[in-house]
């Protein structure tokens, strides 16, 4: 299949997302033809990318000097501890802001490298090749960046769009069901967010997309990326519209925080949760049809994840979930901002909760425990 090539054009930045298979073999074209030189190159990689996939990146890019940092990517390794040690790589093999930094991991290698890019000497070039289907339809696009920390998931970081995204899809082949499925609530949300018809598609072919089928696999990321990228084009810094893509992610984050990033629910399994509690509030309060609903959650039924709350926390834990919902970004009052789901393709922004009215939700969801 041939490559497909989107052009995000932001106020900051003009860039491609190039998709396709076994395209970190052309990396060396592929930079040549988007402008992109450099003669230091650090690459910032995951510890667990497969040896011979590391060893072709490094073989194909011609910079003068290549430095490789390892990364043990995890939730509680995307802090400032890790980010120093890339600056002081950079530093100590005197990178200056025409050189590049290139992220060769899933999203957390993704948001840790693009940060110390954005901060080093107020900012250097920045290469991402997202390796999982998660960064490939999310992460990587957009220019967030970012580390963790004690109050929260990403609440420290900034915004430095890439100057390249090359998304392989072999790079997938590794990954195993749980990653796939980390990825697809993604996909779901993009979906649920914008286009019915998509939503459709994937409910017909999701069994393939898992599979990683051509030409099914490449359609569907590239539909991701594409409404990603219409969102960002409107509203780079979410000052408002982009907002949209955090559809689930309050819930999300919170539930994520609250098990401390546990291996017991990766960042895709919480956002398919986060989903599952945005469409069952929206339907409590009205905002979503019944019909709806139960196309929504029949199809994540569909994945064979646990979606029901009590088979991860106790209610105890309420009021651990919702202090860090309190804590996410989107809130500027005492009020619990969420993003909840009109119907299939469309979602309703800008409104806000007592958090007694979440907590007492989330008390029921948790009754039968």
């Known amino acids: ?117 954005s901060i080093f000497k107020r900012g250097l070039k920045f290469v991402n090749i997202p390796t999982t289907l998660l960064a490939q339809v999310d992460s990587s696009i957009g220019g967030k960046t970012g580390v963790n920390n004690k109050y929260g998931k990403n609440l420290i970081g900034s915004f430095m769009q890439p100057d390249l995204v090359i998304s392989d899809v072999n790079m997938l082949s590794s990954l195993k069901k749980r990653e796939i499925i980390c990825g697809y609530g993604e996909i779901l949300k993009h979906s649920l967010i914008s286009n019915e018809k998509i939503f459709n598609y994937l409910k017909k072919n999701y069994l393939k997309i898992f599979k990683l089928k051509s030409p099914f696999i490449e359609k569907t990321i590239a539909d991701s990326c594409k409404i990603k990228k219409n969102i960002v084009q409107l509203d780079e810094k979410e000052k408002n519209l982009r907002k949209v893509l955090n559809l689930g992610h309050t819930f999300a984050h919170a539930y994520e925080a609250a098990l401390s990033y546990s291996k017991k629910l990766n960042h895709g399994e919480a956002v398919i949760l986060g989903i599952v509690s945005a469409a069952k509030f929206s339907v409590k309060n009205n905002i979503l049809n019944k019909k709806d609903y139960k196309q929504i959650i029949n199809h994540i039924k569909n994945l064979k994840i646990p979606i029901n709350l009590n088979f991860y926390f106790k209610k105890k834990d309420i009021n651990l979930i919702i202090k860090y919902m309190k804590s996410d970004k989107k809130n500027n009052s005492s009020k619990i901002n969420l993003i909840l789901i009109k119907k299939i393709g469309k979602v309703i922004l800008g409104l806000t909760f007592d958090q007694s009215k979440i907590k007492k939700f989330l008390n029921n969801e948790l009754l039968y425990q």
Do not use: W
Not at 9 to 24: A, E, Q
Not at 52 to 79: G, P, Q, R, V
Not at 89 to 113: A, E, H, P, Q, T
């Open 1 to 117: 299949m041939r490559k497909i090539k989107l052009k995000i054009k932001t106020k900051s930045k003009i860039y491609s997302i190039i998709i396709g298979k076994n395209i970190i073999t052309q990396i060396s074209n592929i930079l040549k033809s988007n402008n992109i030189n450099f003669e230091k190159s650090l690459i910032v990689v995951d510890k667990n990318i497969p040896k011979e996939k590391l060893n072709i990146l490094k073989k194909k890019i011609t910079s003068k000097k290549k430095i490789i940092h390892f990364f043990n990517a995890s939730e509680k390794n995307k802090n400032f501890k890790n980010v120093n040690l890339i600056l002081n790589k950079l530093f100590k093999f005197n990178f200056n802001r025409n050189d590049c930094i290139i992220s060769f991991g899933g999203g957390i290698v993704g948001d840790v490298s693009g940060f110390a890019a």
